[in-house]
C-alpha cells in the first residue's frame, strides 16, 4: 500500500549563505561608487557646516562597517574552500597569484585611491570629523579580500594519507 504523505525529494539542500558569489563586475562597479562617493562627500564635507560635517562621518562609518561585512564574508568563504583547496592567506587577502591583473590593478587602485582621498580629507583640517574619510579604504580591503577568496584560483588539496 502506497504511502500518503509526500517526500522531500525535491527540496535542494540549502547552501550556506557564506558560499554566494558577488560577480566581478558587481563588486567593481560597487567600488567605483564608494570611491565616487568618498570623493564628493570629503570635499562637500570640507566646505560645509558641522551638520553636513557629521552626516558624511555618519556615512564613512557605515561604509567602514559594510567593508567589515564584506571582509568577514570573505573570510568564511576562504574558510570554506580552504576544505578542498590550498587557500593561501596571499592569495586569499592580497591577489598573490590567485586573480589575474587586471582585477588586482582595480582592486588596488581604488583602494589607494579611498585611502589618499580619506587622507588628503582629514590633513585638510585635522582633528575634526573630516578624520572617518580615512575608515572608508575598508571597503575596498573587503573588496580585495572578497575577489581573492570568492574569485580566487587555487589548487585542489592532495587528499591525506
Not at 562597517?65 to 583547496?85: K, M, N, Q, T
Not at 592567506?89 to 582585477?103: D, K
Not at 587622507?119 to 575608515?135: E, V
Request: aromatic share 10%.
Amino acid at each position: 500500500m502506497p504511502s500518503n504523505h509526500k517526500r522531500n525529494q525535491n527540496k535542494a539542500i540549502p547552501k550556506h549563505p557564506a558560499s554566494l558569489k558577488l560577480p566581478i563586475p558587481l563588486l567593481r562597479r560597487m567600488d567605483v561608487v564608494v570611491t565616487i562617493a568618498q570623493l564628493i562627500a570629503v570635499i562637500v564635507a570640507f566646505f560645509g557646516s558641522d551638520a553636513v560635517r557629521n552626516v558624511v562621518a555618519i556615512g564613512c562609518s557605515v561604509v567602514f562597517v559594510a567593508g567589515a561585512a564584506l571582509f568577514s564574508w570573505a573570510f568564511l568563504i576562504a574558510a570554506g574552500r580552504s576544505r578542498h583547496e590550498d587557500v593561501t592567506v596571499a592569495g586569499a587577502f592580497f591577489l598573490a597569484g590567485s586573480i589575474e591583473a587586471p582585477e588586482r590593478r582595480w582592486a588596488f587602485g581604488l583602494m589607494a585611491a579611498q585611502s589618499f582621498i580619506g587622507l588628503a580629507g582629514a590633513a585638510a583640517d585635522p582633528y575634526t570629523t573630516m578624520a572617518f574619510g580615512i575608515l572608508v579604504p575598508m571597503f575596498g580591503l573587503g573588496v580585495i579580500a572578497f575577489l581573492g577568496s570568492a574569485h580566487g584560483a587555487f589548487r585542489q588539496r592532495k587528499p591525506s594519507k
